[in-house]
T-cell receptor, first 114, second 111 residues
Framework: EPEVTQTPSHQVTQMGQEVILRCVPISNHLYFYWYRQILGQKVEFLVSFYNNEISEKSEIFDDQFSVERPDGSNFTLKIRSTKLEDSAMYFC????????????FGPGTRLTVL | KQEVTQIPAALSVPEGENLVLNCSFTDSAIYNLQWFRQDPGKGLTSLLLIQSSQREQTSGRLNASLDKSSGRSTLYIAASQPGDSATYLCAVRWSNYQLIWGAGTKLIIKP
């Protein structure tokens, strides 16, 4: 069964460093998403991406965040200058269409900022 | 403000019991509602998706219902098993894209 994959599973970085989190969505899916979950808190939406552009973003997704689909399979989330409060589990998701379809999630990348 | 609430935060029941998990949401103008399972330190597994036009969806021992007018959804688990122990999350789509999440119900099934 096709699945969303994410690498790395765990990333440790120093405050102020740039990190890139990588995702491979399900191959026939057209819509891609990033969410995050700070330990003990609710899952929060960051951004959605379609047709090589951001379709929706939350207040959390400020100028230090960016997303890219560098080739036909990968979808990346870049955090330019990490802060302690960026420590969280980051989930990538994909769906075939927008409103009506199930979003399928990857296993997540645990980001720890020291 | 669009919010999703799940009560109780935790639930412990003996194996074999049928149980109901609750999800409530503000604003009935939803696109759909999705139930997920999350195991400790793991990803989010989609269980059921209910469209706004639907009343319920079933998958195996799971049945999810939706009552838009009252802003409620329930996830019914029949004949619970220890392997059902996990956190169950409800997420609602109001806009075209993002899901807004509840805090989850942590379910423990005692053998």
């Amino acid at each position: 069964e096709p699945e969303v994959t994410q690498t790395p599973s765990h990333q440790v970085t120093q405050m102020g460093q740039e990190v890139i989190l990588r995702c491979v969505p399900i191959s026939n899916h057209l819509y891609f998403y990033w969410y995050r979950q700070i330990l003990g808190q609710k899952v929060e939406f960051l951004v959605s991406f379609y047709n090589n552009e951001i379709s929706e973003k939350s207040e959390i997704f400020d100028d230090q965040f960016s997303v890219e689909r560098p080739d036909g399979s990968n979808f990346t989330l870049k955090i330019r200058s990490t802060k302690l409060e960026d420590s969280a589990m980051y989930f990538c998701a994909s769906s075939v269409s927008q409103s009506t379809d199930t979003q399928y999630f990857g296993p997540g990348t645990r980001l720890t900022v020291l | 403000k669009q919010e999703v609430t799940q009560i109780p935060a935790a639930l412990s029941v003996p194996e074999g019991e049928n149980l109901v998990l609750n999800c409530s949401f503000t604003d009935s103008a939803i696109y759909n509602l999705q139930w997920f399972r999350q195991d400790p330190g793991k990803g989010l597994t989609s269980l059921l998706l209910i469209q706004s036009s639907q009343r319920e969806q079933t998958s195996g021992r799971l049945n999810a219902s939706l009552d838009k007018s009252s802003g409620r959804s329930t996830l019914y688990i029949a004949a619970s098993q220890p392997g059902d122990s996990a956190t169950y999350l409800c997420a609602v789509r109001w806009s075209n894209y993002q899901l807004i999440w509840g805090a989850g119900t942590k379910l423990i099934i005692k053998p």
